[in-house]
Each structure stands twice: as C-alpha cells, then as structure tokens.
C-alpha cells in the first residue's frame, strides 16, 4: 500500500473532525499513525439548572433512591455534574474532604472533582450558603446533569 499525501489529509481531518484520538492503519510492513493531542480541560463553572436528577438511560436500581430523595424535598439550589464521570469529595484518598453537610461554601468555592477521561475537573459552588445535603457517594460514577448536592 503506498500512503498518498491526500489519503494522509483526509485521514488527519477525520481525526481531527472526530472523537478520536488516534489512529493506526497498517498494511505488510508499512504502517501510518495519526494522534491528536489531548487538550487539558480546566475547571469549569457550573451553573445550576432544574434538571432531572435520574437519567433516562438509569438502571432500575437508582430509580428508587431517586424518587426517595424528592420526597425528602432537598432545601437549597442544587449543584448538578457537568459531565460524565466519577464523583469525589476530597483531592485524594484520605485527605480531607471539600465539603460535608452543614459546610458553609461561598461562590466559586471548589465543592467537589469530577474525574473524566483521567483529568481531574474540580467543580465550583455557584452560590453561598450552606451545604444541605450530598447526593453522591465518594467515587461513585455520576451523569451529565445529575445532582451532586444542594446549598441553603
């Protein structure tokens, strides 16, 4: 297989236009990778919003504790997760948390790491007040959307 330069473009574009980040195509003893560097996302400021708090796609068993929760009738403005990934509370194991119930948080306080493709993103408190209540056990996996906690 002889590699033609245009062949080569349009296979830096498809990487480039795409979700990939790299790709290998091989053929007898010639080879060609095409890798995209990996941009570091920093932390992100989230903005609540009334979203509901169980994905569409949630197993059977966190429906449930779902429908828990809104009967308790969480007091304060949520804080809901980005992105998809793995929720922490503290930087790293053992260290003390970021926040607990009954923590006063300010605005743009780190309230917890949201973990996603091995980059760590810390999530902002977008309001002050009072932590009411935390929705999401330490390294547990959390969706788009999803309530991570409430501040009074």
């Keep these: 297989m ?4 245009d062949y080569i473009e349009k296979l830096v574009k498809l990487v480039s236009e795409s979700d ?3 790709l290998t195509l091989e053929e007898g003893e010639e080879a060609i990778v095409v890798r995209k560097e990996k941009t570091v996302v920093q932390a992100q400021t ?6 509901a708090a169980t994905p569409a796609a949630a197993p059977a068993q966190s429906a449930a504790p779902a429908e828990e929760k809104k009967e308790d009738a969480p007091k304060g403005k949520p804080i809901t997760s980005p992105m998809v990934g793995t929720f922490y509370l503290a930087s790293s194991p053992g260290a003390k948390p970021f926040v607990e119930v009954g923590a006063t948080v300010s605005t743009g306080q780190v309230v917890c790491i949201i973990e996603a493709m091995k980059l760590m993103n810390e999530i902002e408190s977008e ?8 929705c999401v056990k330490d390294g ?3 969706e788009y959307g999803q309530v991570l906690m409430y501040v009074e």
Excluded at 2 to 5: A, D, H
Excluded at 127 to 134: D, E, L, R
């Design 127 to 134: 309001v002050s007040g009072k932590v009411t209540q935390i």
């Design 140 to 142: 547990e996996a959390v």
């Design 20 to 22: 990939l980040t790299e």
């Design 2 to 5: 002889n590699f033609e330069l």
């Design 46 to 51: 989230i903005v609540p919003q009334a979203i």
